[in-house]
């Protein structure tokens, strides 16, 4: 108990990484994971021996969806072979790109390289990508991404073509995340697709997508991203450092990454995991990182406080009075769904004096015919939404949203006539039901629904006692607990200056700083003026680009550095015709 309530003491606690000036525990692992000898493998002269090979690596004949096409190059005239996967490799593309020019095309370019490879890789295959490798390792990765490779006689070098062209969901609406005003895009199991999405969001040099290898006996492509100029370095190698550092078979969903790399296995998620591009590109401009696994249309986003569970895309998209309302209603939500049935059990069991005499005599009247006890009826009723609910998402979509309410209102109604439930507990579990379904985010709602049951069984063994005793044990839990060296609570615990990723929303003209507790490499968001054509100014006369001062951009490598907040304001007034910009 005293584990989960609180962090480990003494050593162990200054070993946890943390974004300040702790050196990061543990020996960063290299970004090469082939072994040794799978990495040594080189290829042969012999086109016979390579194709061999290459055939016992695949299990070939056994496995039909590998394909040895051998051919005779036409100019010049050598024996070749073109080994690709079929459904994974774009057949047309290799067909006009690989197979028609050295069958067909070859003696129309002829050419005074007397190296064969030399002469397809630069007059003959007419692709984007081509790449010479030696290694029989690499042939047989590209192979598995849907590329093609050409071995050619007497060559102990082989030429990838790419030619992807596996079939795939193509970009459509975000299904999880749903929003009103803003982007409609959601991610897709394409990788490439999802960094292109960003991508044509962020337009910048400054996003890297590094191309990371997690599993070992069936290794996934997995990306991680963030922008350089902005996100901390030690951030950054921290993530990267716990996704090479993973010794598993296999990984190829977000979720199981999710629970390999997170600081603590606990009910409370640390991770934010989102389906939509414009929501990641956003955490990305405030420093964060984003993890992506091939396959799997959601990215997480590191590190994470409780607020960024909270919010929705569209919090950000409205004018932001409209904003903190919308925020407002979705933190009553949470309190509600979380305590509500707790409340009600622990009050009408234990504590009925507080609630008005006229409210507890209709309560009481509404009760008379129950034969159950409070706490059994209310698990009844909990579980049998539950239930529904699980339902309407797993029936065919067609008549899935039929089926919940239909069965929510005949159950519900059945229910009461049969004396079985109250009137009243259906409006306090309808009540709950609705104000969960405000909450964007899954993750966080798996967990209040776990929590629902537990304020249920607490108030109804202690009443208000252990429904407090309870909220304690959370919250010192929550206090304990680290997202990628971010405390879970902040900016309110510990407290911090209200931020960009604070509890409410504020204009965007007053943010200023990026989220202080990331020690962003460039802490500013704003220049000195943001609003420059409120003082009759334009980004010209604001200095390069419109940053502070020299454009350095303040704090570096999560230095302390300008952390006053003192900043050489342009202040708005009238001009004359000799005013200059340096000058002000």
Same mark, same amino acid.
């Given at each position: !108990?005293?584990?989960?309530?609180?962090?480990?003491?003494?050593?162990?606690?200054?070993?946890?990484?943390?974004?300040?000036?702790?050196?990061?525990?543990?020996k960063?692992?290299?970004?090469?994971? +082939?072994?040794?000898?799978?990495?040594?493998?080189?290829?042969?002269?012999?086109?016979?021996? @390579?194709?061999?090979?290459?055939?016992?690596?695949?299990?070939?004949?056994?496995?039909?969806?590998?394909?040895?096409?051998?051919?005779?190059?036409?100019?010049? +005239?050598?024996?070749?072979?073109?080994?690709?996967?079929?459904?994974?490799s #774009?057949?047309?593309?290799?067909?006009?790109?690989?197979?028609?020019?050295?069958?067909?095309?070859?003696?129309?370019?002829?050419?005074?390289?007397?190296?064969?490879?030399? *002469?397809?890789?630069?007059?003959?295959?007419? #692709?984007?990508?081509?790449e010479?490798?030696e290694?029989?390792?690499?042939?047989?990765e590209? !192979?598995? !991404?849907?590329?093609?490779?050409?071995?050619?006689?007497?060559?102990?070098?082989?030429?990838?073509?790419?030619?992807?062209?596996?079939?795939?969901?193509?970009?459509?609406?975000?299904?999880?995340?749903?929003?009103v005003?803003?982007?409609q895009?959601?991610?897709?199991?394409?990788?490439?697709s999802n960094?292109?999405?960003?991508?044509?969001?962020?337009?910048?040099?400054?996003?890297?997508?590094?191309?990371?290898?997690?599993?070992?006996?069936?290794? @996934?492509?997995c990306?991680?991203?963030?922008?350089a100029?902005?996100?901390?370095?030690?951030?950054?190698?921290?993530?990267?450092?716990?996704?090479?550092?993973? #010794?598993?078979s296999?990984?190829?969903?977000?979720?199981?990454l999710?629970?390999?790399?997170?600081?603590?296995?606990?009910?409370?998620p640390?991770?934010?995991?989102?389906?939509?591009?414009?929501?990641?590109?956003?955490?990305?401009?405030?420093? !964060?990182?984003?993890?992506m696994?091939?396959?799997?249309?959601?990215?997480?986003?590191?590190?994470?406080?409780?607020?960024?569970?909270?919010?929705?895309?569209?919090d950000?998209?409205?004018?932001w009075?409209?904003?903190?309302?919308?925020?407002?209603?979705r933190?009553?939500?949470?309190?509600l769904?979380?305590?509500?049935?707790?409340?009600?059990?622990?009050?009408?069991?234990?504590?009925?004096?507080?609630?008005?005499?006229?409210?507890?005599?209709?309560?009481?009247?509404? *009760?008379?015919?129950?034969?159950?006890?409070?706490?059994?009826?209310?698990?009844v009723?909990?579980?049998?939404?539950?239930?529904? *609910?699980?339902?309407g998402? *797993?029936?065919?979509?067609?008549?899935?949203?039929?089926?919940?309410?239909?069965?929510?209102?005949?159950?519900?109604?059945?229910?009461?006539?049969?004396?079985?439930?109250?009137?009243?507990?259906?409006?306090?579990?309808?009540?709950?039901?609705?104000?969960?379904?405000?909450?964007?985010?899954?993750?966080?709602?798996?967990?209040?629904?776990? %929590?629902?049951?537990?304020?249920?069984?607490?108030?109804?063994?202690?009443?208000?006692?252990?429904?407090?005793?309870?909220?304690?044990?959370?919250?010192?839990?929550?206090?304990s607990? #680290?997202?990628?060296?971010?405390?879970?609570?902040?900016?309110?615990?510990?407290?911090?200056?209200?931020?960009?990723?604070g %509890?409410?929303?504020?204009?965007?003209?007053?943010?200023?700083?990026?989220?202080?507790?990331?020690?962003?490499? @460039?802490?500013?968001?704003?220049?000195?003026?943001?609003?420059?054509?409120?003082?009759?100014?334009?980004?010209?006369?604001?200095?390069?680009?419109? +940053?502070?001062?020299?454009?350095?951009?303040?704090?570096?490598?999560?230095s302390?550095?300008?952390?006053?907040?003192?900043?050489?304001?342009?202040?708005?007034?009238?001009q004359?015709?000799?005013?200059?910009?340096?000058?002000?």
């Amino acid at each position: !108990m005293k584990k989960a309530l609180s962090p480990a003491r003494g050593t162990p606690e200054r070993a946890r990484f943390s974004l300040g000036h702790r050196p990061i525990p543990g020996k960063m692992p290299s970004k090469d994971r +082939k072994g040794a000898e799978e990495g040594g493998k080189k290829l042969s002269h012999s086109l016979d021996d @390579n194709t061999r090979a290459l055939k016992e690596i695949f299990h070939v004949p056994e496995s039909s969806d590998v394909v040895f096409r051998e051919i005779v190059i036409a100019e010049p +005239k050598v024996r070749a072979v073109v080994a690709y996967i079929e459904g994974l490799s #774009n057949f047309d593309t290799i067909f006009k790109c690989v197979l028609q020019p050295l069958m067909l095309m070859s003696p129309l370019r002829k050419g005074s390289l007397q190296s064969p490879v030399d *002469r397809l890789e630069s007059a003959l295959i007419p #692709n984007g990508q081509v790449e010479r490798t030696e290694s029989l390792h690499k042939l047989v990765e590209s !192979m598995l !991404m849907g590329d093609t490779v050409v071995l050619v006689e007497k060559s102990d070098v082989a030429l990838v073509v790419e030619t992807k062209g596996w079939e795939h969901r193509p970009v459509g609406e975000a299904v999880s995340e749903r929003i009103v005003r803003g982007p409609q895009q959601g991610f897709v199991e394409v990788l490439s697709s999802n960094t292109a999405l960003l991508r044509s969001i962020i337009q910048t040099p400054d996003l890297v997508v590094e191309s990371l290898d997690i599993g070992v006996t069936a290794p @996934n492509k997995c990306a991680l991203i963030y922008v350089a100029s902005i996100a901390n370095k030690k951030l950054v190698d921290e993530v990267r450092r716990r996704i090479l550092g993973l #010794n598993v078979s296999e990984i190829f969903t977000s979720g199981e990454l999710e629970q390999y790399i997170e600081d603590s296995h606990s009910l409370l998620p640390t991770i934010l995991s989102t389906e939509r591009p414009d929501r990641v590109a956003e955490h990305l401009m405030q420093g !964060m990182c984003a993890i992506m696994v091939a396959g799997d249309p959601f990215a997480l986003i590191v590190p994470a406080n409780i607020f960024a569970f909270l919010d929705s895309a569209e919090d950000r998209l409205v004018r932001w009075p409209y904003g903190n309302v919308l925020r407002f209603i979705r933190y009553v939500s949470f309190f509600l769904t979380i305590y509500l049935p707790g409340i009600y059990v622990a009050v009408v069991s234990y504590h009925p004096e507080m609630i008005p005499p006229a409210l507890m005599m209709a309560i009481a009247a509404a *009760r008379e015919p129950i034969p159950f006890p409070l706490y059994v009826e209310v698990l009844v009723m909990f579980f049998g939404f539950e239930l529904i *609910r699980e339902a309407g998402i *797993r029936i065919p979509s067609p008549i899935g949203p039929t089926i919940g309410i239909v069965g929510a209102l005949l159950i519900g109604e059945a229910a009461v006539t049969a004396s079985i439930v109250s009137p009243i507990l259906v409006i306090i579990i309808a009540v709950t039901a609705v104000a969960s379904f405000t909450l964007p985010n899954l993750e966080i709602g798996m967990f209040i629904r776990v %929590a629902t049951f537990l304020f249920i069984v607490a108030g109804a063994a202690l009443g208000f006692l252990g429904i407090a005793a309870l909220t304690y044990i959370m919250l010192c839990h929550a206090f304990s607990l #680290n997202s990628f060296g971010v405390p879970f609570l902040t900016p309110l615990a510990p407290m911090r200056k209200p931020s960009f990723r604070g %509890a409410f929303v504020t204009a965007p003209w007053k943010i200023e700083r990026r989220p202080p507790y990331l020690r962003p490499r @460039n802490a500013w968001r704003l220049g000195p003026l943001a609003r420059l054509w409120d003082a009759g100014l334009t980004i010209d006369d604001a200095g390069p680009r419109g +940053k502070r001062g020299d454009g350095s951009g303040g704090i570096q490598d999560g230095s302390p550095g300008n952390q006053d907040g003192q900043r050489n304001r342009i202040k708005p007034g009238k001009q004359d015709a000799g005013d200059t910009p340096a000058g002000r």
